[in-house]
C-alpha cells in the first residue's frame, strides 16, 4: 500500500511540480528544435486567429497551447480545423498541458468533437470559469485537468472517458454534483479531495480502483454507495468528510487504507463485510460520532490507531479470530478502559466473540 498522508497543499504542490517541471522539458525541447539544423522540421508553433498552436506538418494534427506573452481571456471559441500562414489545413486533436493555467479572466470554452484529450493542468486554476461542456470525442483528462477551478459548479463527463487523473477536480469548492459515467474505471489520487460542496456523486459498476485521498475532505458528501467491483478503498480515501453519515461498503472489498475514514465525524454507524482481511493505521481515527462497531471474523489484527479518539464509541462487538491490537488502537475512546480490563487481562479465544456495551 502507498503511503499517502492528504494534507493541505499535498496534492497541490505534486500538480505544481508536475505541470512545472512538463513546462520546463516542452520548452527545452523547443529549443533544441529551434536551434538544431539536423533535427528535421516536423512540428512548429504559430498563433493562429489568437490562439498558439503546435503544428505536427507530417500528421496534420493541431495540440492547443498556453499563449508565452499573456493569458487567454472572455469565450473562446475554438474550431476543428484551423488553417497555417503557408494555408495547410491542421485538425485539432488534444489540448496541451497547462493550455488555459491560471486565465483567470477565461468565462467560457468550446471545445471542438475532434479533440480527444485534455493535457495535464489544462484548466487548472481558471477561477473564471462555471461550466465546462466535454464532447464525446475526449477519452481521458489529464492530471490536475480541472485543478482549483473553484467556481466551476457543473460539469458534463461523457461516455467517451475512461479514467479521471490524479487531482482531476481537486479543489472544485463548488462543484455540487458529478455524474460518471459508466465508461471510467478508475478515479485517480484525490480525484475529487476538497470539493467541499460536494454533496452527491454516483460512482458506477465499472469502476474498479478508487485512488489515494479520491474523496478526501469533501464535507458536504453525506453518503455514498461503493460498487461491488472494487476491491480496496486506498490510502485516505473518504478522510475527513465530515457530513458523511453513511457508507455502504460491498463485500468485494478486502482492504481499508491508512486512515481510510479517519475525521468523518458524521459517521455513527458503519457495517464491515466479512471480506474484509484488514483495516489499515488510523482506518477510523477521530470518527468521533461512531457509536457501535462490530468487527468481522475475518480479520485477526487491530491496526495502531484503528479506532482512536472515537469519544463516541459505546458498543463494539470484537470476534476470537483477533489475536493483537496495534498501538493506541483504542486510543481517548469511551469504550477504552473497560476493553482493556475485560479482555486484554484475559486470553483472546476463551469466548467466541466479545461484546462490549457501555
Given at each position: 500500500?502507498?503511503?499517502f498522508?492528504?494534507?493541505?497543499?499535498?496534492l497541490?504542490?505534486?500538480?505544481?511540480?508536475r505541470?512545472?517541471f512538463?513546462g520546463?522539458?516542452?520548452?527545452?525541447?523547443?529549443?533544441?528544435?529551434?536551434?538544431?539544423?539536423?533535427?528535421?522540421?516536423?512540428?512548429?508553433y504559430?498563433?493562429?486567429?489568437?490562439?498558439r498552436?503546435?503544428?505536427?506538418t507530417?500528421?496534420?494534427?493541431?495540440?492547443?497551447?498556453?499563449?508565452?506573452?499573456?493569458?487567454?481571456?472572455?469565450?473562446?471559441?475554438?474550431?476543428?480545423?484551423?488553417?497555417?500562414?503557408?494555408?495547410?489545413?491542421?485538425?485539432?486533436?488534444s489540448?496541451?498541458d497547462?493550455?488555459?493555467?491560471e486565465?483567470?479572466?477565461?468565462t467560457?470554452?468550446?471545445?471542438?468533437?475532434?479533440?480527444?484529450?485534455?493535457?495535464?493542468?489544462?484548466?487548472?486554476?481558471?477561477?473564471?470559469?462555471?461550466?465546462?461542456?466535454?464532447?464525446?470525442?475526449?477519452?481521458?483528462?489529464?492530471?490536475?485537468c480541472?485543478f482549483?477551478?473553484?467556481?466551476?459548479?457543473?460539469?458534463?463527463?461523457?461516455?467517451?472517458?475512461?479514467?479521471?487523473?490524479?487531482?482531476?477536480?481537486?479543489?472544485c469548492?463548488?462543484?455540487t454534483?458529478?455524474t460518471?459515467?459508466?465508461?471510467?474505471?478508475?478515479?485517480?489520487?484525490?480525484?475529487?479531495?476538497?470539493?467541499?460542496?460536494?454533496?452527491?456523486i454516483?460512482?458506477?459498476?465499472?469502476?474498479?480502483?478508487?485512488?489515494?485521498?479520491?474523496?478526501?475532505?469533501?464535507?458536504?458528501?453525506?453518503?455514498?454507495?461503493?460498487?461491488?467491483s472494487?476491491?480496496?478503498l486506498?490510502?485516505?480515501?473518504?478522510?475527513?468528510?465530515?457530513?458523511?453519515?453513511?457508507?455502504?461498503?460491498?463485500?468485494?472489498?478486502?482492504?481499508?487504507g491508512?486512515?481510510c475514514?479517519?475525521?468523518?465525524?458524521?459517521?455513527?454507524?458503519?457495517?464491515l463485510?466479512?471480506?474484509?482481511a484488514?483495516?489499515?493505521?488510523?482506518?477510523?481515527?477521530?470518527?468521533?460520532?461512531?457509536?457501535?462497531?462490530?468487527?468481522?471474523?475475518s480479520?485477526?489484527?487491530l491496526?495502531d490507531?484503528?479506532?482512536?479518539?472515537?469519544?463516541?464509541?459505546?458498543?463494539?462487538t470484537?470476534?476470537s479470530?483477533?489475536?493483537?491490537?496495534?498501538?493506541?488502537?483504542?486510543?481517548?475512546?469511551?469504550?477504552?478502559?473497560?476493553?482493556?480490563f475485560?479482555?486484554l487481562l484475559r486470553?483472546?479465544?476463551?469466548?467466541?466473540?466479545?461484546t462490549v456495551?457501555?
Open positions: 500500500m502507498r503511503n498522508t492528504l494534507r493541505k497543499g499535498f497541490e504542490s505534486k500538480c505544481g511540480t505541470s512545472s512538463k520546463f522539458i516542452m520548452l527545452v525541447v523547443m529549443m533544441l528544435m529551434s536551434t538544431s539544423s539536423a533535427m528535421a522540421q516536423d512540428v512548429k504559430e498563433v493562429i486567429d489568437g490562439l498552436f503546435l503544428l505536427d507530417g500528421a496534420k494534427t493541431a495540440a492547443l497551447m498556453p499563449k508565452t506573452d499573456s493569458k487567454y481571456s472572455g469565450d473562446i471559441v475554438v474550431s476543428e480545423k484551423v488553417k497555417s500562414s503557408d494555408g495547410m489545413e491542421y485538425g485539432v486533436t489540448f496541451g497547462n493550455c488555459f493555467y486565465c483567470n479572466e477565461l467560457s470554452i468550446t471545445i471542438p468533437s475532434s479533440v480527444t484529450s485534455l493535457g495535464d493542468g489544462c484548466f487548472s486554476s481558471c477561477r473564471g470559469l462555471t461550466s465546462i461542456t466535454i464532447p464525446s470525442s475526449v477519452r481521458s483528462l489529464g492530471n490536475c480541472f482549483k477551478c473553484s467556481y466551476l459548479t457543473s460539469v458534463t463527463i461523457p461516455s467517451s472517458v475512461t479514467s479521471l487523473g490524479d487531482g482531476c477536480f481537486q479543489y469548492s463548488y462543484l454534483s458529478v460518471i459515467p459508466s465508461s471510467v474505471t478508475s478515479l485517480g489520487d484525490g480525484c475529487f479531495s476538497y470539493c467541499r460542496d460536494l454533496s452527491s454516483t460512482i458506477p459498476s465499472s469502476v474498479t480502483s478508487l485512488g489515494v485521498g479520491c474523496f478526501g475532505a469533501c464535507s458536504s458528501l453525506t453518503s455514498i454507495t461503493i460498487p461491488s472494487v476491491t480496496s486506498e490510502d485516505r480515501c473518504f478522510t475527513d468528510c465530515s457530513g458523511l453519515t453513511s457508507i455502504t461498503i460491498p463485500s468485494s472489498v478486502t482492504s481499508l491508512d486512515g475514514f479517519s475525521g468523518c465525524s458524521g459517521l455513527t454507524s458503519i457495517t463485510p466479512s471480506s474484509i484488514s483495516l489499515g493505521n488510523e482506518c477510523f481515527t477521530g470518527c468521533s460520532g461512531l457509536t457501535s462497531i462490530t468487527i468481522p471474523a480479520l485477526t489484527s491496526s490507531k484503528c479506532f482512536a479518539y472515537c469519544i463516541s464509541l459505546a458498543s463494539i470484537i470476534p479470530s483477533i489475536t493483537s491490537l496495534g498501538g493506541s488502537c483504542f486510543e481517548v475512546v469511551g469504550v477504552c478502559f473497560l476493553l482493556l475485560l479482555h486470553p483472546w479465544g476463551i469466548v467466541a466473540s466479545k456495551v457501555v
